[in-house]
């Protein structure tokens, strides 16, 4: 793969700015704009952006023009990553429906149903969560108990999911349930686009230990969706779960970018700090773990790239994806203790009370442990890769 940027693709990036320095909202690129991330006005404020980035056909670059993307080449989606990082834009609300729900509906959904929901996940209308994980099913989604029953041309749902991110928020739901128990464990199951607006859905939200509430309950209580909410066969929902997971890991692994502006964030943290009158960044061990952190972020940012090649000539994401997401969460968890380590005693001050940068450092190391669970733990993924890259024989423990 050649790195270089093309003259076409300096004039995308510089239309991209161009839009960016007009439209991003007043005061952000100053780090003015503090909203409460609890409140109805964040909420309101993230809806506001994922249409406006859509007004601007900035808000799913890599889709089809049919639906409202760019057709853009694998180049661009690298410019753009670059460039939102560069500004650290305001995060997407409906990054499941963008990053998840929509291409597995391009990949496996009717007509029907890429007609009526995909223009909506675009422009923001409708945000999407994902119903996975149950009480007794997280990681091995194929444990669930979440129970669908046919009711003539309806199904009766009863079960409750958690850890469900932005289910407080979301008006469906990529919900997978148990239509027939004496299949086996990976048949019988069957994927449903629930609409989260009705009485037999109850959404609790869970406090993080970080202070969010960015995760959720949902109680399911003879809640109701119809045959034309079915994504593929009933009884068939398996293959949909694996195309929704392989386009939610290769988002996850997106984030490499972030991940390397956060370097950059820490050596100058390095650089800030003192100790005995020197800055940080002189101390030869801390120079040691940054050249190591430094060099495996690199490593991480090539294997996306690789996998994305690939990817481009495939048509859909594969099982590479698992090694994208278990590099990015594992060197950011890392990152940010490296972070609180640097800051001494410091390092345990939170909120008003911590040295810098707004408690920046530590919310983000408290939030990191989640990216190693969300989207299939690390766990898993190095199951995937053992199993599905290197051909290992299956773990002995499932």
């Known amino acids: 793969m050649d790195f270089s940027f093309t003259k076409k693709e300096e004039q995308f990036r510089q239309e991209l700015r161009t839009w960016l320095e ?3 909202p007043d005061g952000w690129l100053q780090g ?16 506001d952006w994922q249409k406006k980035l859509y007004e601007g056909g900035w808000a799913a670059i890599a889709w089809p023009k049919q639906y409202g993307g760019r057709n853009a080449t694998l180049m661009e989606e690298i410019v753009y990553q670059q460039e939102m990082v560069r500004v650290k834009a305001p995060p997407l609300i409906n990054y499941v429906g ?13 007509e029907e149903q890429k007609e ?18 149950e009480p007794n099913a997280g990681s091995d989604v194929a444990a669930i108990q979440t129970t669908a029953v046919k009711d003539g041309d309806r199904w009766i749902i009863n079960g409750q999911k958690v850890w469900t991110s932005f289910g407080h928020v979301a008006d469906r739901c990529f919900l997978i349930t148990r239509t027939n128990r004496l299949e086996k464990k990976h048949k019988g199951i069957t994927v449903f686009l629930l609409d989260m607006h009705q009485p037999g859905v109850e959404t609790r939200p869970i406090v993080s230990m970080d202070g969010q509430k960015d995760f959720n309950e949902v109680y399911l209580n ?31 692994g997106g984030q490499v970018f972030t991940l390397e502006q956060q370097f950059n964030d820490l050596v100058a943290l390095a650089k800030e700090l003192n100790d005995d009158d020197e800055p ?13 952190l430094y060099t495996r972020s690199r490593g991480s940012l090539l294997n996306y790239y690789r996998n994305l090649t690939k990817q481009l000539k495939n048509g859909h994401p594969g099982a590479e994806s698992s090694m994208d ?74």
Not at 355 to 370: I, K
């Open 116 to 133: 009526k929901y995909i223009e909506k996940i675009i422009t923001g209308e409708e945000v999407w969560c994902q119903g996975y994980s």
């Open 222 to 252: 003879d809640a109701i969706a119809y045959d034309a909410e079915i994504i593929g066969q009933v009884d068939e929902g398996w293959k949909v779960i694996i195309a929704l997971l392989m386009h939610e890991r290769t988002g996850i």
């Open 98 to 110: 963008l990053h998840m729900v929509a291409p597995t509906l391009m990949q496996i959904g009717t």
């Open 325 to 398: 997401k278990l590099l990015v969460s594992e060197l950011t968890k890392e990152l940010f203790a490296q972070a609180i380590s640097m800051q001494g005693h410091h390092g345990v001050l939170w909120k008003e009370n911590a040295l810098m940068d707004r408690s920046y450092w530590q919310d983000n190391y408290l939030y990191s442990f989640g990216q190693t669970i969300g989207g299939g733990t690390s766990e898993i993924q190095k199951n995937t890769i053992a199993e599905r890259i290197l051909g290992l024989p299956k773990d002995m423990g499932r």
């Open 32 to 47: 003015e704009v503090q909203l409460d991330k609890e409140s109805k006005e964040y909420e309101l404020f993230l809806r």
């Open 22 to 24: 007009a439209n991003l």
């Open 280 to 292: 940080l960044i002189k101390n030869p061990f801390i120079r040691k773990t940054m050249v190591d």
